[in-house]
């Protein structure tokens, strides 16, 4: 079975920061680009960052950029969203994902170009 687990998430007051990492199972995850999407409750599945399977292109949601920070470490298999300066407002369970697709520029995909799906951590920033 191949699969990607999220983890990293948890209780933080505002301004605070959380590491959430994404691991990869039974496949090599730098041979995909990889997405974290979030879904808060009542609300739908929104893509906030993407990164390229080589790290060189990146991308982030208008209301995380300059606070988020998506990397990977393919020797690892695994990829990271940094998040500083958390809000109430990221309150949310955060999915990773991977894609076949290679990623240049733009947002995130469709969500079924995503192959993989973490089963999601989730977020919560108190204010």
């Known amino acids: 079975l191949s699969a990607a687990a999220a983890s990293g998430g948890g209780l933080v007051q505002t301004g605070g920061s959380l590491r959430l990492s994404c691991a990869a199972s039974?496949?090599?995850?730098?041979?995909?680009?990889i997405a974290w999407f979030r879904q808060a409750p009542g609300w739908g599945r929104e893509g906030i960052s993407q990164?390229?399977?080589?790290?060189?292109?990146?991308y982030y949601l208008d209301s995380v950029k300059g606070r988020f920070t998506i990397s990977r470490d393919n020797a690892k298999n695994t990829v990271y969203l940094q998040m500083n300066s958390l809000r109430p407002e990221d309150t949310a369970v955060y999915y990773c994902?991977?894609?076949?697709?290679?990623?240049?520029?733009?947002?995130?995909?469709?969500?079924?170009?995503?192959?993989?799906w973490g089963q999601g951590t989730l977020v919560t920033v108190s204010s």
């Open positions: 994902a991977a894609a076949r697709r290679q990623y240049v520029f733009g947002t995130t995909f469709p969500l079924d170009d995503y192959v993989y």
């Open positions: 039974g496949f090599t995850l730098d041979d995909y680009t």
């Open positions: 990164i390229s399977s080589s790290g060189s292109n990146t």
